[in-house]
């Protein structure tokens, strides 16, 4: 089902009214520009965009976002920060393919 919203883009002027507002879980890829990792998760992400509309996917340029990198304590990238009700529930660092961030995330969700 392709009716997922597209990834969002958050910033750090609206990241923490975009957090205390959200309906549904968000999970937050936070990536830079110049990271190869960050560039091999983003497909993954739009995937997992696409196919849920349990969760929000969203997207946070680390080097564009200071603040939102040192309120969510950020030391690699690409960080993934899934939010429930404003509250962080889960960090998974480093890239990963589908099936592996999909069983992750199903631990928290479930």
């Given at each position: 089902?392709?009716?997922?919203?597209?990834?969002?883009?958050?910033?750090?002027?609206?990241?923490?009214?975009?957090?205390?507002?959200?309906?549904?879980?968000?999970?937050?890829?936070?990536?830079?520009?110049?990271?190869?990792?960050?560039?091999?998760?983003a497909?993954?992400?739009?995937?997992?965009?696409?196919?849920?509309?349990?969760?929000?996917?969203?997207?946070?340029?680390?080097?564009?976002?200071?603040?939102?990198?040192?309120?969510?304590?950020?030391?690699?990238?690409?960080?993934?920060?899934?939010?429930?009700?404003?509250?962080?529930?889960?960090?998974?660092?480093?890239?990963?393919?589908?099936?592996?961030?999909l069983?992750?995330?199903?631990?928290?969700?479930?």
């Amino acid at each position: 089902m392709s009716t997922a919203e597209p990834l969002l883009t958050l910033t750090d002027a609206d990241i923490e009214e975009y957090l205390a507002s959200a309906a549904k879980p968000t999970l937050i890829d936070f990536w830079a520009t110049w990271c190869g990792p960050c560039k091999a998760l983003a497909p993954v992400l739009h995937a997992i965009a696409e196919s849920t509309a349990a969760m929000t996917v969203a997207r946070v340029d680390v080097d564009a976002n200071p603040f939102s990198v040192a309120t969510y304590g950020i030391k690699s990238v690409p960080t993934l920060v899934l939010f429930d009700n404003g509250t962080i529930v889960k960090r998974i660092v480093g890239a990963k393919d589908t099936a592996t961030l999909l069983a992750e995330l199903d631990l928290v969700t479930e």
